[in-house]
Every structure is written in structure tokens, then in C-alpha cells.
């Protein structure tokens, strides 16, 4: 094909249903339109339109054409506003979803450096521990804790991976005393996170012989927030899972005893997803490589607010 105005031109005058409404859309003399439509003809070597005097229409090389040739035209302008912006600063709006408590202690923050950074950039970020549907909510990047089910129309990147610390008080420890091993649990009074989007018990998890192991107990407490969970845990209420940025201060001073340590995991994983699109906007792209150039870390966590704990080891 020697040129793609002619093909332009073709789609014009079948979405305007006539060669005089394309040429004054497209602003030329109906004449130039009419030999650009013929052009194209010679060179497919088939009728496009069936003609009248006061209108046209399509014939049925000129359905199919004009279906191919639609989505040509769409593809190239998208590519070429895609090669425009990856040239220029990233501008317009994100909607960021993450789990509440975690937006809270890290992805704020991060967030607002970008937005120093990149001044064109519109940001809405909504924190719930539900899973939300990317496509069905509007929400352009979300980032997810735990393994990720098998989805085509998502592209997946890590984040972190983070150690699950399983905590009582000290007083309840006093109480009820310390598990030994995991299917002590069942005897302790166990405090379940319920999971909005499915109504499920989000298991404890436990790095058991080379393997994640998972497990529901008959919960004294149930409930659908971390800070919640937190202020159970240490009222005594019962023992409960807390990812690393929430227990390890509290461990740190007391205020919490870690238990089963040597069944702790240390690769729960924190994924951030966005939609699986043929052009990726670059301001997505662009917060998500920000992001992921200086990830959270339990290193850093620990470092910087339990220095003293011992993170490694069953000490």
C-alpha cells in the first residue's frame, strides 16, 4: 500500500456515507477525495463503494476493508501518540489502589515523591483491602499482597517480598502459654482476617519443609481490617499474622512476642498489577518503574525500626 491517506480517505467517506461530507470534513475538493477513493480501488484491484448519485455504500470487499482498515488507522494513531509521550513528561491521571494499612506506612509517601517529580501527573488513590476489578473499578495500577491467580488481561510486577511474623502480648502468653508447633494453634484462641472481595478467612501461612503451608482455625475474632487485628493482638485477644512493617516496632518494644519462628515465611509476595493493553499509557509506566527503583524492604524495615530484634534466626 503506497499510502495511507488513501485508506484515510476511504474510511472517511464510509462514516460519512458520502464523497461531498468526507471532502468537507476532510477539507479538500470532493474531486481529490473521489481519486483517492479510485486509487485505492486500482491497487486492491476491487470495488469499495457501490455508487448513486446521492449516496454511496459499502460493498462487501468494502465492509471487510473498512473493518481492517478502522482499526489500522486507530492502531497507528495510538502508536504514534505512544511515541509522542514516551518523549515528553508524563501527564494526566492515575488511579492507585492498594491495601489500606499499606498505603498508609509506605506507598503515601513514594507516591508524593513521584508527584514532586513529575508535576503533570494526577493522582487518585484509593486504599481498601478489597480486591478491586482494574477494568470494572477505573483503577489504572493496584497492588496486590499474596500469589496472584492466573490472569491474562493483568501484567504483574514484584514489588517486595515480605516476612509474616505470627504475634501474641506477653500477657497472653502468660495466660494461655506459647505454641510449639503449628497444630498447637488450634488450641489458642486465633484471630482471622476476613478477606471483603470473597468472604474468606485469609489463612495464617507458614514456611513448613521447603513449603508454603496454609491454615484456617476456629477463630476467636474475626475481622476485615489490619488496624484492627493490631489493637486485638495486643489487647491479648488471641494470636494473629502481621506482615513485617506492623510487627517488628511492636516486637521491638515488647508490646508483641513473636511465636513459631521457625516455621516464619519470609516470601509472602507484593505484586503491582495493571491491565494487559496493547499500549501501555506512560504514566503508568513510569510509576510503576519509580516504584519499583526503591522498593520497600524488611531490611529496611527492621533496620530502621527494630534494629535489636533478631530477624534472623530462631533466637
Same mark, same amino acid.
Given at each position: ?18 464523497? *461531498?461530507?468526507?471532502? +468537507?470534513? =476532510? /477539507? ?12 485505492? $480501488? ?26 481492517? +482498515? ?29 491495601? *489500606? ?54 501484567? +504483574? ?9 505470627? &504475634? ?20 489458642? &484462641? &486465633? ?18 519443609? /521447603? ?20 489493637? +486485638?493482638? $495486643? ?17 521491638? $518494644? ?19 498489577? %495493571? ?10 509506566? *513510569?510509576?510503576?518503574?519509580? =516504584? ?6 524488611? $531490611? @529496611?524495615?527492621?533496620?530502621?525500626? *527494630?534494629? @535489636? %530484634? ?6
Amino acid at each position: 500500500m503506497r499510502s495511507l491517506t488513501n485508506v484515510a480517505t476511504f474510511v472517511q467517506v464510509a462514516n460519512a456515507g458520502s464523497f *461531498a461530507e468526507a471532502s +468537507a470534513r =476532510l /477539507g479538500i475538493s470532493t474531486s481529490a477525495t473521489s481519486k483517492a477513493v479510485q486509487k485505492l $480501488e486500482e491497487e486492491l484491484g476491487v470495488k469499495l463503494f457501490h455508487r448513486t448519485t446521492r449516496s454511496v455504500s459499502l460493498t462487501v470487499e468494502g465492509e471487510r476493508f473498512f473493518e481492517g +482498515a478502522s482499526q489500522l488507522l486507530d492502531d497507528m494513531d495510538s502508536l504514534t501518540t505512544e511515541i509522542a509521550d514516551s518523549t515528553s513528561e508524563p501527564r494526566g491521571k492515575l488511579v492507585v489502589s492498594a491495601p *489500606a494499612v499499606f498505603g498508609r506506612v509506605w506507598l503515601t509517601e513514594r507516591v508524593l515523591t513521584f508527584m514532586e517529580k513529575f508535576n503533570q501527573v494526577e493522582i487518585e488513590l484509593n486504599f481498601d483491602d478489597r480486591q478491586v476489578d482494574l477494568a470494572a473499578d477505573g483503577v489504572d495500577l493496584a497492588v496486590r499482597l499474596g500469589s496472584l491467580a492466573d490472569s491474562s488481561n493483568l501484567i +504483574a510486577r514484584k514489588l517486595m517480598d515480605d516476612t509474616i511474623f505470627t &504475634c501474641a502480648s506477653p500477657g497472653y502468653i502468660e495466660r494461655r502459654g506459647r505454641p510449639d508447633v503449628i497444630s498447637d494453634l488450634a488450641q489458642h &484462641c &486465633c484471630i482471622h482476617y476476613r478477606v471483603k472481595s470473597t468472604g474468606r478467612f485469609f489463612p495464617f501461612i507458614f514456611h513448613c519443609h /521447603g513449603e508454603t503451608r496454609r491454615e484456617t482455625f476456629k477463630p476467636r475474632l474475626v475481622v476485615n481490617s489490619v488496624d484492627a487485628t493490631v489493637q +486485638a493482638v $495486643e489487647r491479648g485477644i488471641g494470636i494473629a499474622q502481621l506482615p513485617a512493617f506492623l510487627a517488628l516496632p511492636l516486637l521491638q $518494644e515488647g508490646r508483641l512476642v513473636e511465636v513459631l519462628k521457625t516455621v516464619r515465611i519470609t516470601d509472602f509476595p507484593y505484586n503491582m498489577v %495493571y491491565l494487559n493493553r496493547q499500549m501501555v499509557s506512560p504514566r503508568i509506566r *513510569a510509576l510503576v518503574d519509580f =516504584l519499583a527503583a526503591d522498593p520497600p524492604s524488611v $531490611e @529496611n524495615w527492621h533496620r530502621t525500626h *527494630a534494629p @535489636n %530484634y533478631p530477624l534472623n534466626g530462631n533466637k
